[in-house]
Nanobody, 127 residues
Framework: QVQLVESGGGLVQAGGSLRLSCAAS????????MGWFRQAPGKERECLAA???????YYADSVKGRFTISRDNAKNTVYLQMNSLKPEDTAVYCC?????????????????????WGQGTQVTVSS
């Protein structure tokens, strides 16, 4: 059974930092594309960052320059380093696994292409 388990969320003051981790159970993790999404109450799910199996990265304009996605294939883990956090970053953050969509560089932002999702971790940024 595929599992994606997020950790690292919590409460932080505006301007602070958090690093989220997503541990994947798949043996062939290194061949999958991975994305980080968030969803705030009353808002649509938003793709924040994505990383292809080959290491190419993609970011939403809202987090570019503040968030960094990375992966450690030896640990089957993808990370999201979040700096300069703002109250509007408050949301549930989820990782997702894509097992081989075509043209990932053009479709990474769409939740529909991802095959598996984690349960999410809450991030709350206080002002």
């Amino acid at each position: 059974q595929v599992q994606l388990v997020e950790s690292g969320g919590g409460l932080v003051q505006a301007g602070g930092s958090l690093r989220l981790s997503c541990a994947a159970s798949a043996r062939t993790f290194s061949t999958y594309n991975m994305g980080w999404f968030r969803q705030a109450p009353g808002k649509e799910r938003e793709c924040l960052a994505a990383i292809s199996w080959s290491g190419s990265t993609y970011y939403a304009d809202s987090v570019k320059g503040r968030f960094t996605i990375s992966r450690d294939n030896a640990k089957n883990t993808v990370y999201l380093q979040m700096n300069s956090l703002k109250p509007e970053d408050t949301a549930v953050y989820c990782c997702a696994e894509d097992r081989g969509s075509a043209y990932y560089s053009r479709t990474y932002y769409s939740p529909n292409i991802y095959d598996y999702w984690g349960q999410g971790t809450q991030v709350t940024v206080s002002s």
